[in-house]
């Protein structure tokens, strides 16, 4: 059974950064593409960042480029955002997402002073 | 990149059949990549997988979900509409870009 289990969100502050990661297991994680996927309150799902299979490319949404930065541990089966310079529009729960298909239950993120 | 186009909302009866629409370009849900996908996403909930490649359906997904396109144009079509099936639906496209994936704002259905 595919399970993706996100941890490390939490409250902080404007400008702050934080640490969120994803831990896969029931498939073999470093065959698959990766992403995050945010969800603000009350809105809809945005695509926030991607990783190749082998970590060796990796996509960005324009809203977070040159502040997040996504990488992964295939020998961990973990995936990483390291999210910086965070504003309060960044407030959401961010999800890992398999691919196109499996998504984690969330972990949410609040910016705020 | 833009976001897909979905109706903000859709309703019907239970037993009724309704559809989705999801409009892109030709660089994303028209492109030849074929990577098409609906979620579905009740309240709390994270979304969960009902189409993917434009037509295929997940093991243990409900055959009352369809998934169809045509031109830049993709929809889910959900036959006998079941209570069950009132929750937020959307629609996602592999792009072939650095901008990997686009999402639709998102269908809230509905049932009556």
């Known amino acids: 059974e595919v399970q993706l289990l996100e941890s490390g969100g939490g409250l902080v502050q404007p400008g702050g950064s934080l640490r969120v990661s994803c831990v896969a297991s029931g498939f073999s994680f470093s065959t698959y593409l990766m992403s995050w996927v945010r969800q603000a309150p009350g809105k809809g799902l945005e695509w926030v960042s991607g990783i190749s299979n082998s970590g060796a490319n990796t996509y960005y949404a324009d809203s977070v480029k040159g502040r997040f930065t996504i990488s992964r541990d295939n020998s961990k089966n973990t995936l990483y955002l390291q999210m910086n310079s965070l504003r309060s529009d960044d407030t959401a729960v961010y999800y890992c997402?398999?691919?196109?298909?499996?998504w984690g239950q969330g972990t949410p993120v609040t910016v705020s002073s | 990149q833009s976001a897909l186009t979905q109706p903000a909302s859709v309703s019907g009866f239970p037993g009724q059949s309704i559809a989705i629409s999801c409009t892109g370009t030709s660089s994303d849900v028209g492109g030849g990549y074929g990577y098409v996908s609906w979620y579905q996403q009740h309240p709390g909930r994270s979304p969960k997988l009902l189409i993917y490649d434009v037509i295929d359906r997940p093991s243990g997904v409900s055959n009352r979900f369809s998934g169809s396109r045509s031109g830049n144009t993709a929809s889910l079509s959900i036959s006998g509409l079941q209570a069950e099936d009132e929750a937020d639906y959307y629609c996602?496209?592999?792009?072939?870009?650095?901008?990997?994936?686009?999402f639709g704002g998102g269908t809230k259905v509905t049932v009556l």
């Open positions: 996602s496209s592999y792009t072939g870009t650095d901008i990997l994936v686009v």
């Open positions: 997402m398999k691919k196109f298909d499996y």
